[in-house]
Nanobody, 124 residues
Framework: QVQLVESGGGSAQAGGSLRLSCVAS????????WAWFRQAPGKEREGVAG???????VYADSVSGRFTISKVNAKSILYLEMNNLKPEDSAMYYC??????????????????WGQGTQVTVSS
């Protein structure tokens, strides 16, 4: 079992930056692949960025070049650095994990553990 708790959401102006954090507890992070998802009102949950246990990463086209996913294994923390934010980035952001080393996916179906979410609001 893996428990996930996100933080760092809030409000930002367009062009600004925010950093989201996700702290994991429970099973060892070394066997875990992670991802960030987001869901805006009335829309489906979409994958934003993923990272596997070997630090390979994948990004949605909409955030590539603006967002960076990273992790600190020693502290079981996952980050999402978001730069040059746009109003369309506004959503509830969720941290997700799966007990597999090499999952590099932006499909919510591939992840078993989920946090409660943190809200990001970007104003123009």
């Amino acid at each position: 079992q893996v428990q996930l708790v996100e933080s760092g959401g809030g409000s930002a102006q367009a062009g600004g930056s925010l950093r989201l954090s996700c702290v994991a507890s429970g099973d060892t992070y070394r066997r875990v692949s992670w991802a960030w998802f987001r869901q805006a009102p009335g829309k489906e949950r979409e994958g934003v960025a993923g990272i596997d246990s070997t630090d390979r990463t994948v990004y949605a086209d909409s955030v590539s070049g603006r967002f960076t996913i990273s992790k600190v294994n020693a502290k079981s923390i996952l980050y999402l650095e978001m730069n040059n934010l746009k109003p369309e980035d506004s959503a509830m952001y969720y941290c997700a994990a799966v007990g597999a080393r090499w999952t590099l996916s932006l499909s919510p179906l591939d992840y078993h553990y989920w946090g409660q979410g943190t809200q990001v609001t970007v104003s123009s």
